[in-house]
């Protein structure tokens, strides 16, 4: 985009601080490749190897950010989460922990393809402009970086970006992108009313592990969870966070080769295991273990478990917010407060027996939003206390200020009350407010089971889950798909959805929807019915459709479909 004379002039007043020298010598360093980027659900995600002019801009985005909010931190984190090795990424932290603002998402895309130095300086001027950035405002930026090897050098280019308008900034290396988000709000927060914790590492593990002693306290211990890092930076992470567990916590971890980086989710995390319905490379499960998944960057965790007819049983992300949501009605109740209501958000993807085990059973409000943590987070804020969890394992609990202040200002009237009181207030320390965090998800659970004194099978026995499945089917533009009611339902192209609903009205208990992925570029099917055959016919039968839409499909049909 180019500046119109108007923005031209008025913003050049505040561009005294932008060193067009610096910023040319350092573009240089940082050539755009010939493809077009996007910031989408998880920030900017591709092959490492066309990243570096975007991590570059990446830097002078968060810059103008922190400018922008008056010198506040803001972080960055680079990662490609549960993607291949080769794959890398960059998402920017706003300074509570939650996601970059909705609307930064277009100036990041934006400045990522400007063709030239020149359009890079225009589209700094653009936003100084329209969004009254003042440029002598400070800028605080820190950063982090998950196992991947090409992390280095983009760190390096990032570094190059933050030069441009001189932002003040820290690496922390490698982390968990949890933990970057829990770095950024107490840097935010230090000696404030809002204090979130010692903005260290270390303040991360003893905050958690201090609040987790609490909650098992007294509790027989159940036997270890067998973890799988996904040889991501789980594993090195989740060994320190051990030195501050202790005896508190058992656990066997698998998969944490972090020097072989080809094997960085490779058969194994929490993608894997969700998407296959099965256990990783590296676990040997029997039927007694109770075993769990992260992912590549930590920020999700699927649980499972082998049935005695060595059945292989998944518990997801909506197992999770099943038994989360249960647990803190529970507990709220059993506090004697009556004025916290809890309620839960899910996307279009949450298994419809869940959505239904939430409503009928538990008797909680649930809303449907779109994919993408951002929405859920953002929906969750709406309850005092919001449980969300996307089906692939991705999700926390937020409590709000209000529910804070009455957890906090409760004693409880009898030694009941008192204790359950206890737990809630170490429930809200033990649960990452900012964003889903594997570790801190993974004590959730823990502290749930060993509360109860349950297996995964009792656990599971919630509800039964409805058979179903993902496709991808790749089409020539993904673009074209466009969908309304929380990406429920497709507007375009034309009379796909009416071709797609008189299909579905002929399996029992059918569900279906179309939509573009935000992170690959494919279309994603979703299909559930009430047996496994129903539903593998219902996925492929609207794959099969999707593909042939309007001549759509792009490569071969996969054989597949019907
Ligand atoms: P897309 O590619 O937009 O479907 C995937 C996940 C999301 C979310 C993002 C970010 C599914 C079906 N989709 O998004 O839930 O986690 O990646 O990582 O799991
Ligand atoms: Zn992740």
């Known amino acids: ?244 567990l202790g005896d508190s916590f058992a656990v066997k971890i698998v998969n944490d080769d972090i020097e072989n980086s080809s094997k960085l989710n490779l058969n194994s995390g929490a993608d894997f295991v969700k998407t296959g319905q099965r256990a990783p490379v590296g676990l040997k499960m029997t039927p007694q273990d109770r075993c769990a998944s992260f992912d590549g960057d930590a920020d999700r965790i699927v649980y499972y478990y082998m049935d005695e007819d060595n059945t292989f049983k998944l518990l997801d992300g909506d197992k999770i917010a099943g038994l989360a949501a249960m647990f803190i009605i529970d507990l709220v109740k059993a506090a004697g407060i009556d004025n916290i209501s809890v309620g839960v958000v899910q996307t279009a993807y949450a298994n419809g027996a869940s959505t239904q085990y939430l409503r009928n059973t538990l008797n909680v409000p649930v809303s449907c939003v779109s994919t993408g943590v951002k929405h859920l987070h953002h929906e969750a804020l709406k309850y005092d206390v919001g449980v969300y969890f996307e089906a692939n394992g991705h999700g926390t609990v937020v409590f709000s200020p209000t529910a804070l202040k009455t957890i906090y200002s409760t004693e409880g009237s009898s030694p009941a009350q008192a204790s359950a009181v206890r737990s809630l207030r170490a429930l809200s320390e033990v649960i990452n407010q900012t964003v889903g965090d594997a570790f801190s998800d993974l004590l959730l659970v823990e502290t749930i089971l060993t509360q109860r004194q349950w297996t995964p099978k009792i656990w599971d026995q919630a509800y039964s889950d409805l058979p179903n499945r993902l496709v991808k089917v790749v089409v020539k533009e993904r673009s074209i798909f466009k969908t309304v009611d929380a990406e429920r339902k497709l507007v375009e192209p034309a009379g796909l959805q009416d071709a797609i609903d008189a299909i579905v009205l002929k399996f029992r208990d059918g569900r279906s929807f179309v939509r573009p992925s935000g992170t690959e570029d494919v279309v994603r099917v979703y299909a559930e019915a009430a047996t496994r055959p129903e539903t593998d016919e219902l996925a492929f039968r609207i794959g099969g459709l999707v593909f042939d839409f309007n001549s759509n499909g792009s490569g071969t049909r996969p054989r597949e479909f019907i």
């Open 1 to 244: 985009m180019l500046l119109s004379e108007q923005n031209r002039t008025s913003s050049s007043v505040n561009m005294a601080s932008v060193n067009v020298l610096s910023l040319n010598t350092l573009s240089d360093l940082h050539p755009k490749p010939d493809t077009t980027f996007t910031y989408g659900t998880a920030g900017f995600r591709m092959k490492a190897d066309l990243l570096d002019s975007v991590i570059f801009r990446t830097g002078i985005i968060a810059a103008l950010r922190s400018k922008k909010l008056g010198g506040k931190v803001i972080g960055v984190m680079i990662t490609a989460s549960h993607n291949p090795a080769a794959d890398n990424g960059v998402k920017l932290v706003d300074p509570m922990g939650e996601m970059l603002e909705g609307s930064w998402e277009a100036h990041a895309t934006a400045l990522s393809n400007a063709q030239t130095n020149e359009q890079v300086l225009d589209y700094i001027h653009v936003m100084v402009s329209s969004l009254k950035i003042d440029l002598t405002n400070p800028a605080n930026v820190v950063y982090g970086r998950d196992t991947r090897p090409s992390g280095e050098a983009l760190v390096s280019a990032l570094e190059d970006g933050l030069k441009v308008l001189g932002a003040q900034s820290t690496d922390y290396g490698i982390l968990t992108t949890p933990q970057l988000h829990y770095l950024t709000r107490c840097l935010n927060t230090v000696n404030t009313p809002e204090s979130y914790g010692e903005p260290t590492v270390e303040g991360y593990y003893k905050k958690l592990a201090a609040a987790y002693k609490v909650l098992v306290e007294g509790k027989p211990k159940l036997s270890p969870v067998i973890l799988d890092c996904a040889n991501g930076v789980g594993a090195p992470k989740f060994k320190e966070f051990m030195n501050f």
